[in-house]
């Protein structure tokens, strides 16, 4: 019994496939970094420019998020899994009274917040995406 000749291109062509479905499969399968224990500062907000003194963090501890909008504080509970993020807005805030400029901002970072579904962690940058996977917000890692 003969074994058909296969054609070397066919072989080769046949084995980089295998090769690249298996790395896009392993690729999928990496685990999101944890969130828990990260500190962030604000570095864009998608057609924005932040305005000088503009200040925005975020530190995820166990189950809540402290952080501070560009003018104001807040500490309210997240929910983070495999890539997904819901931030939970409730709970107590400080009001100040700011400058326009900070409170635009700031209004438009916690809507960002609210509205993340997702999250990918990726040359020290945070990034924040809505359900449609659009960036909501950029982050860059900031010293603990």
Known sequence: MTCPRVPFAAVVTASVSLLA????????????????????????????????????????????????????????????EGGTLQVIFEGPSTTMDCPPELTEIAHVFVTALEGARSYKIEGGRLRLLAMGGDVLATLARAAR
């Open 21 to 80: 479905g298996a790395t896009a499969a392993m690729a999928g399968a990496a685990e999101t970094p944890p969130l828990e224990g990260t500190a962030w500062v604000l570095a864009e907000l998608p057609g924005r420019t932040l305005p000088a003194g503009a200040f925005a963090t975020l530190r995820f501890d166990r189950d809540r998020v402290t952080g501070h909008d560009g003018c104001n504080r807040f500490t309210v509970p997240y929910k983070a």
